[in-house]
T-cell receptor, first 115, second 113 residues
Framework: KAGVTQTPRYLIKTRGQQVTLSCSPISGHRSVSWYQQTPGQGLQFLFE???????NKGNFPGRFSGRQFSNSRSEMNVSTLELGDSALYLC??????????????FGPGTRLTVL | GQQLNQSPQSMFIQEGEDVSMNCTSSSIFNTWLWYKQDPGEGPVLLIALYKAGELTSNGRLTAQFGITRKDSFLNISASIPSDVGIYFCAGPNYGGSQGNLIFGKGTKLSVKP
């Protein structure tokens, strides 16, 4: 089975721009979660989607948004980029079954640099 | 809120040595996950634990779900250079939905050949 894929792998943007990141989960996985990883804050939860609905959201400003499509693929968008948004953005998928519901499998990440 | 305290923060060991690291939580977990992350890559799931007292192995790696449900341990036996990386523990954030994990700060492992 193919793993979680994320595109692009690297991205350079300037302050004020917006960016869209894409994630394709493992086939059959219906839950997709997004995380931001920085050296200072570590891995922090952004939001989670299940069956095209956002089920939970972390403590990030409204500039961070996402969506999920009917094929479970997900995108996240960051508008009005700030320098502090530079980070590794990770997508994780989960089968969301009753056993091992929380077991998440991560993609390679998108490294976003904001200049 | 929930916090995961992972220790040690870093370890420098000789190839062939055994390694132990642990993770403690301020609240009870029903799942413990251990991941390894290489530089510039996403975390890779090593071991998942779902039951208090559970002991699970994956090759040279062994992890245990603490009886109190507030801690977990990861051991690596006979370390090799490719074990280098950052090891994270993670568990579900009960303040959120099933898709929300919280992570420890990681244990950075360095192996001297």
């Amino acid at each position: 089975k193919a793993g979680v894929t994320q595109t692009p792998r690297y991205l350079i943007k300037t302050r004020g721009q917006q960016v869209t990141l894409s994630c394709s989960p493992i086939s059959g996985h219906r839950s997709v979660s997004w995380y931001q990883q920085t050296p200072g804050q570590g891995l922090q939860f952004l939001f989670e989607y299940f069956s095209e609905t956002q089920r939970n959201k972390g403590n990030f400003p409204g500039r961070f948004s996402g969506r999920q499509f009917s094929n479970s693929r997900s995108e996240m968008n960051v508008s009005t980029l700030e320098l502090g948004d530079s980070a590794l953005y990770l997508c994780a998928s989960s089968p969301a079954t009753s056993a091992g519901t929380n077991t998440q499998y991560f993609g390679p990440g998108t490294r976003l640099t904001v200049l | 809120g929930q916090q995961l305290n992972q220790s040690p923060q870093s370890m420098f060991i000789q190839e062939g040595e055994d390694v132990s690291m642990n993770c403690t939580s301020s609240s009870i977990f029903n799942t413990w996950l251990w991941y390894k992350q290489d530089p510039g890559e996403g975390p890779v799931l090593l071991i998942a634990l779902y039951k208090a007292g559970e002991l699970t192995s994956n090759g040279r790696l062994t992890a245990q779900f603490g009886i109190t449900r507030k801690d977990s341990f990861l051991n690596i036996s006979a370390s090799i250079p490719s074990d280098v990386g950052i090891y994270f523990c993670a568990g579900p954030n009960y303040g959120g939905s099933q898709g929300n994990l919280i992570f420890g700060k990681g244990t950075k492992l360095s192996v001297k050949p």
